[in-house]
């Protein structure tokens, strides 16, 4: 008899948690299946270089196909559970609802950009997690270039002229460094907007930066940007988001038609419609081996899962930690179906790196710091390794390597994806 083993989503938890399960399940023992809505994996950590262009957008994804053996790949949107009958319910990708039965399910549905109730935001705002986002950001600093360029008002200026990011965690620093300095570099090309200047402004609501390393080397990232001309705002959050500008907690009336909202995630809202427990934050709540509580064949992992960090309270929503969990949770359903033995999810982060675009970088291993060039260094390699699919390292080698001698892209491509109407 086989066992049917369900995984929902397939980003960077689901991804590996599948192919874990590939290797130690016998092909006759289970049946793989991974419900994810596109057909690729998304490196996010890449994907302020695919904003910035240093990389390829399609280069920061993985076609999961590529990657997958025997796993059967369902595209669509896991929409609803019933625990009692061990059963998902599958919005499949090109219509119609399933329902796909499972002995053993894990939820690693990811997250989404966490919203606060500010007026105007979700009309007027980016997020920053996802290719879309990424790609969009990018097409607008060209086109307001474009536009300021040829503009002769000085309002309208000001206003395509100015980027303001909300958020100071490192996926929000790392997007505001890397399209600064894409910025800066494409200004050659634009002489009457050059003239105007540009503001690239950095909104945070706490006292200080990038809570996720250690104070000297968050002044250290402050002091890079500031050198840049980049303003910071601590202590400062939004009242207001309009088409044409936006309004702080200090009062200050920012003109810019850019707003990129990159304040925190929030567990995937679809958990809600479950059936699972969640805690206060909207995550499924795991025990140190990942099994959701209450839910003998249920596990979560990844930024929609609580589980215990052994450093204590619960892991942080980093990359870092779904790829290890993916595995663990993998044996451990294994495990459950009687092959091999369960274990407790033990891993500790000893690194992390904050990406600040020109060749520089800060972060930690251990207890060793670094900053500028040789952590820059380090944190490419790490992600070297860690990028799934050979044909994809080999292609960002590639991309950074052509990006060196030559001019930045400034190919606008937002219409290209709006075909003109026939007739
Ligand atoms: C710009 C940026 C930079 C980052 N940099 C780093 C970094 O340098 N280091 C680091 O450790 N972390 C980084 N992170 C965080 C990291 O990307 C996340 O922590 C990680 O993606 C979490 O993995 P996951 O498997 O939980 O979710 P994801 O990787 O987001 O995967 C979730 C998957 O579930 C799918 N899905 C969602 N809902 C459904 C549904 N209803 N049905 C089916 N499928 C569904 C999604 O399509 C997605 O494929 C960064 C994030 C961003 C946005």
Known sequence: MAWNVVIAGGGFGGLSAARELEKVMPKQ?????????????????????????????????????????RTYLRLGEIVGHDPAAKTVELAAKGGGNETIPYD??????????????????????????????????????VENLELANATNEHQRREELLTFVFVGGGY?????????????????????????????????????????????????????????????IKLETTLNEVAADSVTLTSG??????????????????????LNVPLDERGRVPVDDHLRVQGLDSVWAIGDC????????????PTAQHAVRQGPVAARNIAAELGIGTAEPFTYRSEASFVNLG??????????????????????????????????????????????????????????????????
């Open 358 to 423: 020109r060749y520089k970088a800060v972060g930690r291993i251990g207890d060793r710091k670094l900053r500028g060039f040789p952590a820059w260094f380090l944190a490419r390699t790490y992600h070297m390794s860690q990028i799934p699919g050979y044909s994809r390292k080999a292609h960002a080698i590639l991309d950074w390597t052509a990006s060196m001698p030559f001019k930045r892209d400034i190919a606008e491509l937002g219409s290209a994806t709006r075909p003109k109407r026939l007739g």
């Open 252 to 273: 200050e009336v920012i003109p810019t038609n850019t707003v990129v909202w990159t304040a925190g995630v929030a567990p995937a809202p679809i958990l809600k419609q």
């Open 171 to 231: 996926a929000g620093l790392e997007a505001l460094a890397e399209l600064q300095d894409f910025a800066a570099d494409a200004m050659d090309s634009y002489p009457r907007a050059r003239l105007h200047g540009m503001r690239w402004i950095l909104v945070e609501a706490a006292p200080r930066v990038l809570p996720e390393i250690d104070q000297d080397l968050a002044d250290y990232a402050l002091r890079e940007l500031r050198g840049r001309g980049i303003e």
């Open 29 to 69: 023992s289970a049946r793989l299946m991974l419900v994810n809505e596109t057909n690729y994996a998304t490196y996010a950590p890449f994907l302020p270089e695919a904003a910035a262009g240093t990389l390829e957008p399609r280069h920061v994804v993985t076609p999961l196909r590529d990657i997958l053996k």
């Open 104 to 141: 053993q399910l894990l939820l690693s549905l990811g997250s989404v950009s966490r919203v606060l109730p500010i007026p105007g935001l979700t009309d007027h705002a980016f997020g920053f997690k996802g290719l879309a986002d990424a790609i969009s950001l990018r097409n607008r600093v």
């Open 305 to 316: 899962a609580a589980a215990p960090d052994p450093r204590g309270g619960t892991c942080p």
